[in-house]
């Protein structure tokens, strides 16, 4: 049997270029993980009615918490707009990107995680821009130059320590998300599916 590609287009008889190798009933995709799959190291999600197992998404820790989160992703040939403009980057990117609302499990030690990234990122980020408009003020380079530079060495921190998973891409059915290894390597994989 030929290996399962995502990517490769459709061909007469099939359904959907995106289809699973083995599709479960609705009924039947609970919390348990059903509907959801490891495929190159990624996590695979059916984008509508199934679940990730309720188990943290970074550490494979089983939990009850769940993040609702909702992740946008488009083609990265897009970035290209920018030398065009940022307006016309923006408003393409807000017609032809996919989103997908995924509820992510997260043990206590993630969700504190998380917590204290997007504190440090907003908090340093408005300290910062606050140092900025200070050296303005008082016609500081200096404090013009390290507010603004730590307006954006926050952002990205706090960004980095509070992001869990992250799309790789989204289609109309499926979500690809990178996630911790040992999640992901819980997961079965696309190979051991059957058709």
């Not at 099939?14 to 993980?33: F, I, L, V």
């Not at 980057?89 to 993630?110: D, M, N, P, T, W």
């Not at 060495?153 to 799309?167: E, H, K, L, N, Q």
Request: charged residues 20%; proline residues 5%; aromatic residues 8%.
């Amino acid at each position: 049997m030929p290996e399962f590609n995502p990517y490769a287009p459709p061909t007469p008889g099939t359904e959907d270029a995106d289809a699973r190798p083995r599709r479960r009933s609705r009924k039947s995709r609970k919390s348990d993980g059903s509907g959801c799959w490891q495929e190159n190291g990624l996590v695979v999600l059916e984008k509508h009615g199934s679940e990730l197992p309720g188990r943290c998404v970074v550490c494979n820790r089983k939990t009850s918490y769940r993040l609702k989160k909702t992740f946008m992703w488009h083609a990265q040939g897009l970035y290209l707009l920018v030398l065009a403009g940022w307006l016309i980057y923006l408003i393409v990117a807000a017609f032809v990107r996919k989103s997908a609302i995924v509820q992510l499990g997260l043990c206590k030690e993630h969700q504190e995680r998380r917590k204290n990234g997007l504190i440090l990122g907003w908090a340093g980020a408005g300290v910062s821009l606050v140092m900025t408009m200070i050296g303005a003020g008082s016609n500081s380079g200096f404090f013009i130059f390290a507010g603004l530079l730590g307006v954006l060495a926050f952002a990205i921190a706090g960004g980095r320590m509070a992001r869990v998973a992250s799309p790789t891409k989204i289609t109309d059915t499926l979500v690809w998300l990178k996630a911790g290894a040992p999640f992901v390597e819980s997961l079965p994989d696309s190979s051991d599916l059957e058709d």
